[in-house]
T-cell receptor, first 112, second 113 residues
Framework: SAVISQKPSRDICQRGTSLTIQCQVDSQVTMMFWYRQQPGQSLTLIAT?????????ESGFVIDKFPISRPNLTFSTLTVSNMSPEDSSIYLC?????????FGQGTRLTVV | QQQVKQSPQSLIVQKGGISIINCAYE??????FPWYQQFPGKGPALLIA?????SEKKEGRFTISFNKSAKQFSLHIMDSRPGDSATYFC????????????FGTGTRLQVTL
């Protein structure tokens, strides 16, 4: 299996600020994914991050709000920009490894 | 058309009983159907997955039943244990793999003594 580490595990941020979440994988993977899980809700795919190309965003998510970097095959970052209380969620990094999806433990973000 | 509908929202089962969670989908392009287990404060972990070329897959106490014509699939947990108490998500993908998953709404399972 692929082991995924996310940082930070949780944070409380002021509205209007930005937070960058880091995702580190112990294996080289082609695709990494970022999901959002709102409190008590399901997971929604934000974007797909491929190394060497622009991230692909799902409907309802835009690059200006959620810029993503993918500098190499084991690392990615997701930034939540100009935060509002509605951005309070758990953000999860995921990778596809041997046709299965593995998830990090998530970053619990609270915007006040 | 990308939705995956999951029921029930919550479920209470006695220890030793069978837990059954159901999912339905509309997009006939979906070709990979995994189930995930999530404990509080943790990311989802893959339990079992099925592709539409088979109608049932069993791994230990966990079984997926798949009905392609009805566009439904279900998770059965046999001999349910208190340690199974968690939130379960069904999901689907149209890529044949676990990339770009569409998740169901989740079922909170509680197994009582």
């Amino acid at each position: 299996s692929a082991v995924i580490s996310q940082k930070p595990s949780r944070d409380i941020c002021q509205r209007g600020t930005s937070l960058t979440i880091q995702c580190q994988v112990d294996s080289q993977v082609t695709m990494m994914f970022w999901y959002r899980q709102q409190p008590g809700q399901s997971l929604t795919l934000i974007a797909t991050a491929n190394q060497g190309s622009e991230a692909t965003y799902e409907s309802g998510f835009v690059i200006d709000k959620f810029p993503i970097s993918r500098p190499n095959l084991t690392f990615s970052t997701l930034t939540v920009s100009n935060m509002s209380p509605e951005d309070s969620s758990i953000y999860l990094c995921s990778v596809e490894w041997t046709y299965e999806a593995f998830f990090g433990q998530g970053t619990r973000l609270t915007v006040v | 058309q990308q939705q995956v509908k999951q029921s029930p929202q919550s479920l209470i089962v006695q220890k030793g009983g069978i837990s059954i969670i159901n999912c339905a989908y509309e997009n006939t392009a979906f070709d990979y159907f995994p189930w995930y287990q999530q404990f509080p404060g943790k990311g989802p972990a893959l339990l079992i997955a099925i592709r539409p070329d088979v109608s049932e897959k069993k791994e230990g106490r966990f079984t997926i039943s798949f009905n392609k014509s009805a566009k439904q699939f279900s998770l059965h947990i046999m001999d349910s244990r208190p340690g199974d108490s968690a939130t379960y998500f069904c999901a689907a993908s149209h890529t044949g793999t676990a990339s770009k998953l569409t998740f169901g709404t989740g079922t909170r399972l509680q197994v009582t003594l």
